[in-house]
């Protein structure tokens, strides 16, 4: 039996548990999953469990823990305790299976380097960290490109890029890995409609091709139409579950708190009215 198929103990509060067993068909599971920076965890015995073939938004105010679940997931981070499984298996064996798109914030874009070059660097897993790039790879490059509507500046400084089109980009350099599970920190953040749109129709057909995709995301007016799956954080889960059943007011409530913001109740309006 693998280990994916066991349940596990963990410890939570200084107590022993048994873990939730892992579905082999989840795309993403974490269980009793603690990250701290310093004292305080940011992200705590989170147990969490993404389903494979359809897109997940992962929902929370600011400071809730989301991107760095995100990255605790990638193993770019440490885990303080807890296991990652992604398709069943440990995160070490399947980290190859992930692609991953930083919230925009998070990314220097001072450097001096090409748009191709950006997209070239999802393709280095493919051509062997001492390889060349084949004419294939870069013709590849030049598709993913063209898949997020940006064939024409691949000869860009990336920095000369605006907000929206730099996102685009990025998103191309995740679809030239090839990967089964899309990680997306706020794809949306910042961009206009016209450039979310052509985001959500390529997430929509990785979905459609049986990838799994997964987005912090913070416009709740937009969750139902998105979406099939939340998973909602503040430190600690608190819900998760198909959208028609967990994407309620009430679980809305218990993640915001006290720092639900007035737009955050217009959104909810928005949410009660499609309940
Ligand atoms: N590198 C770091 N060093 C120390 N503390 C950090 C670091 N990164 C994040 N934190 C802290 O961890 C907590 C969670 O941060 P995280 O970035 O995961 O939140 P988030 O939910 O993604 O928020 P946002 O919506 O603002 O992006 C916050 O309190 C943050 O200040
Ligand atoms: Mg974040």
Redesign the pocket.
Known sequence: MTRAAQPHVAAEDGAVRLAAPVPADAALVTRGLTVS??EKP??FSVDATFPGRAMSAII??????????LKAALGVIPRLSGDVFVFGQPLEQARHRIAYVP?RASVDWDFPTTVMDVVQMGLYRQAGLLGRLSGAMAEKARDCLRRVGMADFGHRQIGQLSGGQQQRVFLARALAQDADLYLL??PFAGVDAATERAIVDVLKLLKADGKAVIA?H?DLSTVRGYFDHVFLINVRRIAEGPVASAFTTENLRATYGGRLAATHLDQLAVVAEGA
């Open positions: 920076y310093g940011a992200v929370g105010p600011n400071g809730a823990g989301k991107s760095t679940l919230q920190d706020e912090v913070h």
